[in-house]
């Protein structure tokens, strides 16, 4: 017997996981849960200065994606609805690392752990990715103030860090099916063949039985 389906869809700054997770819970008729960005206070600072406004960046990124999981349990999957994500909460573990202090971080993981020992965690990922060229002209297009002053060293270093996490995340959850897409060669916004052959590629997996529509 399959689970209810709980998808999330992950990658770098820029790489279209909103737009397409979007897609998906239309086609699929799953509730939407879209992180929090723009309204963190402390993004635009941290853009400016990683090194001094990191912690309060992760902090208040890590407690807004915990109320919406807590949320996302209480009112959807407990009531047999089924839900996609635009992240995963282990998406603050990725910056955390690259941006916190050693005594930091050590702070930051304890309260990670607590705050993540019972959420629920996604039983499909799927994980967008593109060059560095992409991921800037996105950025670009899309205009978000915040994001205006990312460095493309940061960039490309978080896009290694994903890549990284991917592969781990794929050894320890071998029962979690990883879709893994190339955002340069896929652009599921204009063409909706692209879209059409995401899809297909994610109800053959809903339909094996890994997990239930």
């Given amino acids: 017997m399959g689970q209810l389906p709980f998808i999330a869809v992950e990658g770098p700054i820029g790489v279209g996981k909103t737009s397409l997770a979007r897609k998906l819970s239309a086609h699929f008729e799953l509730h939407l849960l879209k992180e929090i960005v723009e309204e ?27 109320k919406q999981l807590e949320d996302i349990e209480n009112k959807y999957l407990n009531d ?45 990922m799927v994980y ?18 915040v994001e205006q002053n990312i460095q493309p060293a940061y960039l490309e270093q978080l896009s290694h860090d994903y890549s ?22 896929l652009d599921f916004v204009k063409h909706q063949e692209d879209l059409d052959e995401i899809i297909d590629t994610i109800d053959k997996h809903l339909r094996k039985g890994e997990v239930i529509k």
């Avoid at 402390?42 to 807004?64: A, P, V």
């Avoid at 910056?95 to 996604?122: E, G, H, N, V």
């Avoid at 029962?175 to 955002?183: F, H, M, S």
Wanted: with cysteine; hydrophobic share 40%.
């Fill in 40 to 66: 963190n206070p402390f993004l635009g600072k941290f853009y400016d200065d990683i090194e001094e406004w990191s912690f309060q960046t992760e902090m208040f990124f890590l407690c807004n994606r915990y």
């Fill in 80 to 124: 047999n609805k089924a839900v996609i994500a635009d992240y995963h909460i282990s998406k603050n573990m990725i910056f955390a690392k690259r941006t916190l202090k050693d005594k930091q971080f050590d702070k930051y993981a304890k309260i990670y752990d607590i705050l993540t020992a019972d959420m629920p965690q996604p039983n499909m």
């Fill in 128 to 145: 967008l990715d593109a060059s560095l060229t992409t991921l800037l002209e996105r950025i670009r297009m899309r205009g978000r103030e």
């Fill in 164 to 185: 990284n996490f991917m592969n781990e995340f794929e050894r320890m959850n071998p029962g979690i099916p990883v879709i893994r897409l190339n955002g340069d060669h």
